[in-house]
């Protein structure tokens, strides 16, 4: 029996965002997503880093002033005219965390409940940041591919299986709602810099 890597009823996840969102409560489900994607393997470790440093960065931004940084909007829209540090910390961090929502969909709605998990990846990896990676960074990725986890390495099997895929019928679509309020505020800020790294 394997044992599963990630135990999504573990995480506190992305709350339901009715007005604004909270920027340590935003900071604190990406955390978690990076102790997710740690669980993938040490090839994942580019991803990791980047990852965590544009945490640290929107964190240093919040720490100057937690009251008037209260939420993520307000970090972004108070910034605007000032500097785009915590804005292009927050556009990468959102890409990242689309292609690992992106990837857990995938994941969610595969009616085959395949074991290789490559394609999934490779597909919200299309549809997320390829658009923004050159080729040296696209031929990185390739190689990852290859080395992520199968179903039930991540998601173990039988019960502990059907438990996190319970869990995703929630913890997704919250996920996704913040990613999307964050990708119209920064588009509505003209902040969706398209450039390749």
Known sequence: MVDARIQFKALKGFPNASDKIETQTFLN???EIVTVIETFGKLFTPVISDMNG????LTKVYGTDVLKYQYLEDMIVLNVDVDDFAANALLWLKRGLQLICTFFENIYNDAQKAEPLKQHLQDAYERTLKPYHGFIVQSTIKIIYSWVPTRSQLLGQG???LENIEVLTSYLPAMRAQLDRIDALLKAHKL???RKV
């Open 192 to 194: 969706d810099d398209a």
């Open 159 to 161: 019960p502990a299986q």
């Open 54 to 57: 544009n945490i640290n960065k």
């Open 29 to 31: 489900a990406a955390k």
